[in-house]
Nanobody
Framework: VQLVESGGGLVQPGGSLRLSCAASGFTFSGYYMTWYRQYPGKEREVVAS????????NYADSVKGRFTISRDNAKNTVYLQMNNLKQDDTAVYYC?????????WGQGTQVTVSS
């Protein structure tokens, strides 16, 4: 299993970024996918999750209305569109898949929101 995130960077408050997570090594369309984020010294927290076909999406209260999770099963990729970014969104973002009893993570991508 391999998950590779991309798309992070430095953006001003109010700006937008789109994160991507390219997956391989498993049947992507058969699993829920989740985006997490981690602040320095804190545990990872769920940002958004999406069902196998994309019809069921859930969001943390802090990002509802600003972030959108989506997936392209033909490309084995999950996305996180982040709009109206705030300084509190500054964190390392990870994608995750749970396969049976195991969690798999990408290397993470840094998002920094600063003026």
């Amino acid at each position: 299993v391999q998950l590779v995130e991309s798309g992070g960077g430095l953006v001003q408050p109010g700006g937008s970024l789109r994160l991507s997570c390219a997956a391989s090594g498993f049947t992507f369309s058969g699993y829920y996918m989740t985006w997490y984020r981690q602040y320095p010294g804190k545990e990872r927290e769920v940002v958004a999750s999406i069902s196998r076909g994309g019809g069921n999406r859930n969001y943390a209260d802090s990002v509802k209305g600003r972030f959108t999770i989506s997936r392209d099963n033909a490309k084995n990729t999950v996305y996180l569109q982040m709009n109206n970014l705030k300084q509190d969104d500054t964190a390392v973002y990870y994608c995750n898949v749970k396969i049976q009893f195991d969690d798999y993570w990408g290397q993470g991508t840094q998002v920094t929101v600063s003026s």
